[in-house]
């Protein structure tokens, strides 16, 4: 039975990495690496669309309909290519049928258990589970697709979980061994991503206001990892997320620099900031860290952004309205006073028809927030006198 399955798994293996896409992502496929940079004389191609390797699409399916989905059958496939963790999941859930089945029937037919019934099933599937641990090496020593580590890390997760559900631990073993290959360049491949966003230099990119390309890179990719990792949390993984958020972060501040007027610099940032939390609200929980913290400054350079706007032409009115609700936050009502005077004056001072009804909504504001603390000061009419 063992050269039986060896060799079914060698030669269904075998066949099934030749429906791989031929393209495949390389050390100049980095997430801060630009689309037009320049590449030595030997260099590899890089993908067409870099974008691919840092958006999950539809790549997600393998942990959810498709992970119990009947295996691949090569020869029925030849015109189809697969990504690499579709493969893998054909692979895999191959050998948690075979090797579930093995195991009990072992057990039921020796009637043996524990480490007899480990020893047993070792020897009929040991070779087996040996070539296939030394075929995702060979894979993950030449990978740059990190999205596809983490969704390959993902199923090992749930195929253990569906083997302790049919009482199989006898494949244990065997996850840790692929989890030990696949965590060490899943992280290697990540921090080459977060370091190619530290070495980018603002001024080889075009001049322009809108969502930068590398920006969207980061978005796609951080929510794709962050939708895979709800169910299975890693402090690893969040980690790394908190690793390259503060190193894009960075990156938006350094390409809004090279902009001269501050106006210029905020409606950059706001554009930004506003694509990475749209991506990531839509692909993952609104409460997630990463959307919470893009929101929070989203919402601090839409208030800048309208004071520059608004400041030449009302900036004194708009003073007077932060202090005023200030005051009124601390309960300081008689200082209101001097605000109703102060703002008469600008608007007697003041030329044209807008600032006098500003600064009657000013005085209604003041007033009915002053009203909700009649019971306390004696009435808004007392004030007034």
Not at 277 to 284: A, D, K, Q, S
Request: hydrophobic share 40%; charged share 25%; with cysteine.
């Amino acid at each position: 039975m063992s050269k039986i399955y060896y060799s079914y798994f060698k030669s269904y293996s075998g066949r099934l990495m030749k429906l791989q896409f031929e393209e495949g992502a390389t050390k100049d496929d980095l997430m801060g690496i630009e689309d037009n940079a320049s590449r030595g004389l030997f260099h590899k191609t890089s993908l067409k669309h870099k974008g691919t390797v840092f958006t999950i699409g539809s790549r997600g399916d393998v942990l959810a309909q498709q992970l119990e989905a009947p295996i691949i059958v090569p020869h029925a496939q030849q015109k189809n290519r697969y990504a690499f963790e579709a493969l893998f999941r054909s692979e895999q859930y191959a050998l948690v049928d075979n090797a579930c089945r093995e195991y009990l029937f072992v057990s039921d037919f020796f009637m043996v258990r524990g480490q007899q019934a480990l020893h047993l099933f070792n020897q009929i599937l040991g070779k087996t589970i040996t070539l296939l641990t030394k075929n995702l090496e060979t894979y993950v020593n030449e990978c740059y697709d990190t999205i596809a580590l983490f969704l390959c890390a993902h199923l090992i997760l749930r195929y253990q979980l569906m083997c302790h559900k049919r009482c199989v631990p006898a494949l244990d073993r065997y996850w840790e061994d692929l989890q030990s290959v696949i965590w060490p360049r899943f992280e290697q491949i990540f921090r080459l991503n977060i370091q190619s966003i530290r070495d980018c230099d603002p001024t080889k990119f075009n001049k322009e206001m809108g969502p930068h390309y590398i920006t969207r890179r980061y978005a796609e990719f951080s929510a794709a990892i962050v939708g895979i990792s709800e169910n299975f949390p890693n402090e690893l993984v969040n980690r790394l997320l908190a690793e390259l958020q503060e190193e894009v972060e960075l990156f938006i501040l350094r390409m809004a620099a090279i902009f001269p007027q501050r106006k210029e610099q905020l409606i950059y940032l706001i554009n930004n900031y506003d694509m990475i939390l749209n991506i990531l609200m839509e692909r993952t929980r609104d409460n997630s860290k990463e959307a919470e913290s893009f929101r929070e400054q989203l919402s601090a350079r839409s208030g800048e952004y309208v004071e520059e706007i608004l400041s030449p032409h009302f900036g004194g009115i708009m003073q007077c309205v932060k202090e005023c609700e200030a005051l009124i936050e601390k309960g300081q009502i008689d200082e209101i006073r001097n605000y109703w005077l102060l703002v008469t004056a600008i608007s007697v001072n003041t030329a044209g028809a807008i600032l006098p009804p500003i600064s009657q909504i000013i005085n209604t504001k003041c007033a009915i927030t002053v009203n909700q603390h009649s019971s306390h000061y004696g009435g808004i009419e007392e004030i007034q006198n």
